[in-house]
Antibody
Framework: QVQLVESGGGVLQPGGSLRLSCAASGFTFRSFTMHWVRQAPGKGLEWVAVISEDGSNQYYSDAVRGRFTVSRDNSKNTLFLQMAFLGGEDTAVYYC??????????????WGQGTLVTVSS | EIVLTQSPATLSLSPGERAILSCRASQSVSRYLAWYQQKPGQGPRLLIFDASNRATGIPARFSGSGSGTDFTLTISSLEPEDFAFYYCQQVSHWPPENSFGQGTKLEIK
């Protein structure tokens, strides 16, 4: 079955950097766009970034553009999110999700369980 | 930028009752709308795509309707496991920045 397992979260100080990973299994990883979505404590869902199937295209939200980089290693079925210049507003659970094209649009059908990033001095 | 507004923020109902959740878009998203369910400590689960199509394995008590700017998620008869947060998301614009509504908490009365 489809599994997405995030890792790499932790506690760090403002201005720091962190790399998150998302290990995928149970499907042909290279055939799907992959997304990062985050959720601040007690808040709603916020889309962060997406990467195309072959990794050649990436898009970011305004909140993270220039600080975060999404990448993937299709040979290892792994998605990454490199985060830099972190601030308190980046404190959140970070989810990876698979983009599935259904009907007329790309929807996020499968999600991981998330990894918590806490930015605090 | 399209803004999705969900209402109510909190809905208090009892098991067996019907739940009606609303999602309104600031401009038309055609039928490019999804509904997700999220329980504490879990990632979201896709319920509905293209406004009215149930995702694989979703019980028939969940139904979606609407097009353009007004959408509804209906749960015909609430089961105990349905009490959770619900989010709508529009996918009419790419990339899907700011694409989620703020959520509705469905709680037990």
């Amino acid at each position: 079955q489809v599994q997405l397992v995030e890792s790499g979260g932790g506690v760090l100080q403002p201005g720091g950097s962190l790399r998150l990973s998302c290990a995928a299994s149970g499907f042909t990883f290279r055939s799907f766009t992959m997304h990062w979505v985050r959720q601040a404590p007690g808040k709603g869902l916020e889309w962060v970034a997406v990467i195309s199937e072959d990794g050649s295209n990436q898009y970011y939200s305004d909140a993270v553009r220039g600080r975060f980089t999404v990448s993937r290693d299709n040979s290892k079925n792994t998605l990454f999110l490199q985060m830099a210049f972190l601030g308190g507003e980046d404190t959140a659970v970070y989810y990876c999700a698979r983009g599935d094209f259904y009907g007329s649009g790309t929807y996020l059908h499968y999600w991981g369980q998330g990894t918590l990033v806490t930015v605090s001095s | 930028e399209i803004v999705l507004t969900q209402s109510p923020a909190t809905l208090s109902l009892s098991p067996g009752e019907r739940a009606i959740l609303s999602c309104r878009a600031s401009q038309s998203v055609s039928r490019y709308l999804a509904w997700y369910q999220q329980k504490p400590g879990q990632g979201p689960r896709l319920l509905i795509f293209d406004a009215s199509n149930r995702a694989t394995g979703i019980p028939a008590r969940f139904s979606g309707s609407g097009s353009g700017t007004d959408f509804t998620l209906t749960i015909s008869s609430l089961e105990p496991e349905d009490f959770a947060f619900y989010y709508c998301q529009q996918v009419s614009h790419w990339p899907p920045e700011n694409s989620f509504g703020q959520g509705t908490k469905l709680e037990i009365k």
